[in-house]
């Protein structure tokens, strides 16, 4: 008779070699598969079968469904479907979907509640696997509903100027807003989520149970039901604090998920990539949350041009908001330059807000000039990016605003690189602007900017706003005036 906790040890050790890449002898393959099927111990059994899974042993497909179907104990079961997960299971989706059928139907305990759940979801997530999502459909609002529209600390003016027809509110997040149809509000481009406010739950510390009971209370699985026209289960995630004392590594996300498919009859189901639905769980003071719902289904079109990206990328909303803090100073039909364009975001957005005539882009880093290339098919004529450091640009006409992103210190530019940016700024910028012309920057170099217009008596600073404390990032509006 074997020592048993000496032999889960061992096979504890097998299944992390065997992890890491280890290659498992076709004799061992046989043995593990005989563990499979006749162990007594549920745990060596569950043991075996992950071991064979970490090996992508398609032989032992069969031996370890088999075994799943006739495991009594519950809190193995959805390790057996996780060790088929990397094999070619197809041929058994129909097997998984009675499963999935039949646990749909139970009528369990709450002691075998939890691991029915856990089953399912693993069942869920292999035959969409297989057979891919059906996407849901928002279908809109039935009734006004108060909506969170956030922005960064400190920008919610700019949003709620312009809502004028519409119930709005300043708030620390952003503004509240009361609507029925939502489709006017994406024609704002400065927000940066859209949230659904479904009220706060009971002041208190709150189980899991209790806290899933309080989210049905609220109406988030009805609202989410009501907005959307298909029934099958739609993938949620859940966002709440992970500091929070209630959520220790991230534990109660995962039970609260599982409690609000039961609740939900299977409709509303956790999922960590494909959700289309994400309810978000924000601290009040003192104990319980503050629920929003957001939904990925909504039809939006935004951002409509910005097809290509990179990590520096400025966000569109950012840009967005840098551009209405600047239009009391746009010129209509402004001849426009970008010095450090990238993929070409502040340009495009600065276009959107006031008409422009001929727009230029400039940057020496050729694959952002053809990412901007892209993004600026959809925006229309008189939009030219040109791969050159701005150092060495000339053009034969001058511009009347110059609107761009400063560079930053990185890993592949350095503290002096920049300066050398700032300072050929204001130089170049001499040579290309009219006099009168604007220049429009954004960059979380302060001490730099402030000490080129110490230096460039030319340049006027008129307005400077403090976007990001934490970084010291800051918007400058600055005129271009002979002396």
């Not at 370890?64 to 997960?85: C, G, H, N």
């Not at 208190?204 to 988030?220: F, H, N, T, W």
């Not at 298909?230 to 109660?252: S, V």
Request: net charge positive; aromatic share 8%.
């Amino acid at each position: 008779m074997k020592d048993n906790d000496s032999f889960k040890d061992f096979m504890i050790a097998l299944r992390e070699d065997v992890k890491g890449g280890a290659i498992l002898e076709v004799k061992d393959r046989c043995l593990l598969r005989g563990i499979v099927r006749a162990d007594e111990d549920p745990k060596i059994r569950r043991l075996a079968a992950q071991i064979l899974g970490y090996a992508n042993d398609y032989e032992s497909l069969e031996t370890i469904l088999k075994a799943y179907l006739r495991e009594e104990t519950l809190y193995v079961r959805a390790d057996y479907l996780k060790a088929i997960s990397k094999m070619d299971y197809s041929p058994y989706i129909p097997r998984l979907k009675a499963r999935l059928a039949e646990i749909e139907e139970l009528d369990v305990t709450d002691d075998k509640k939890v691991h029915l759940l856990e089953e399912a979801k693993v069942l869920r997530e292999l035959i969409t696997k297989k057979e891919g999502v059906e996407r849901h459909t928002f279908t809109g609002l039935k009734k006004e509903w108060e909506i969170l529209l956030s922005t960064r600390p400190g920008m919610q003016q700019i949003t709620y100027d312009q809502l004028q027809n519409i119930p709005r509110k300043k708030i620390s997040l952003g503004v509240m807003v009361k609507a029925t149809d939502i489709m006017p509000l994406w024609e704002i481009r400065t927000f940066d989520e859209m949230l659904f406010y479904m009220g706060r739950t009971v002041d208190m510390p709150l189980l899991v149970e209790i806290l899933g009971l309080e989210l049905k209370r609220l109406g988030v699985i009805s609202f989410i039901r009501d907005t959307h026209k298909q029934r099958h289960p739609i993938g949620i995630r859940i966002a709440m604090p992970i500091h929070d004392a209630l959520n220790k590594r991230g534990i109660l996300q995962k039970r609260l998920g599982m409690e609000l498919t039961n609740l939900s009859d299977g409709f509303l189901v956790n999922a960590t990539t494909g959700y289309e639905v994400e309810i978000r769980l924000l601290n009040l003071a003192n104990g319980g949350y503050h629920v929003f719902v957001k939904l990925f289904t909504i039809p939006k079109n935004r951002f409509h041009y910005r097809k290509e990206t990179l990590p520096t990328s400025i966000k569109p909303t950012l840009a967005a908001n840098l551009v209405r803090l600047a239009k009391p100073y746009m010129k209509e039909g402004a001849q426009i330059i970008d010095p450090f364009c990238g993929v070409g975001t502040m340009l495009i957005e600065r276009r959107m807000q006031v008409r422009a005539g001929d727009t230029y882009g400039v940057d020496k880093y050729g694959k952002a000039i053809e990412m901007a290339r892209i993004n600026a098919q959809e925006v229309g004529p008189n939009i030219h990016f040109i791969h050159r450091d701005f150092n060495t640009f000339k053009h034969e006409y001058m511009f009347d605003e110059l609107i761009t992103n400063m560079p930053t210190q990185s890993k592949q530019v350095s503290r002096a690189d920049v300066k050398a940016c700032y300072e050929m700024l204001f130089r170049k910028a001499r040579e290309l602007l009219k006099i009168k012309g604007m220049m429009f920057v954004y960059g979380n170099e302060h001490g730099l900017m402030k000490q080129q217009l110490r230096l460039q008596h030319d340049f006027v600073l008129i307005r400077e706003y403090l976007i990001d404390k934490r970084s010291d990032t800051h918007f400058y509006i600055i005129r271009y005036e002979e002396r």
